[in-house]
Nanobody
């Protein structure tokens, strides 16, 4: 069992910003690719952004230019900075850590993000 510590999220007005974070043990952080997903109940999860082992980011179209995925290596933490939030961004956001030996990987418990005036 891997402990993932999540933070961030909450209620924000349209146009506002939030930063989500997930902290994992160093052996996970250094060996796994990383991604953020979101889920609109009751639908499936969709990828928001990802980082491969080389640190190259990839964004879905809706996230491009508004969201930034990044890491803090000193703190073994993955971040998702979200700007210009829209009501359509309201969802539960999940961090995911995976590699070729563990393709399902490890998931955070989910962080609620609500964008509403």
């Amino acid at each position: 069992q891997v402990q993932i510590v999540e933070s961030g999220g909450g209620l924000v007005q349209p146009g506002g910003s939030l930063t989500l974070s997930c902290t994992v043990p160093e052996n996970i952080f250094s060996r796994y690719a990383m991604a953020w997903y979101r889920q609109f109940p009751p639908g499936a999860r969709e990828m928001v952004a990802s980082l491969n082992r080389a640190g190259t980011p990839t964004y879905k179209d809706f996230a491009e230019g508004r969201f930034t995925i990044s890491t803090d290596h000193a703190k073994n933490t993955l971040h998702l900075q979200m700007n210009d939030l829209k009501s359509t961004d309201t969802a539960v956001y999940f961090c995911n850590f995976w590699n070729n030996d563990n393709v399902l990987g490890y998931w955070g418990q989910g962080i609620q993000v609500t964008v509403s005036s």
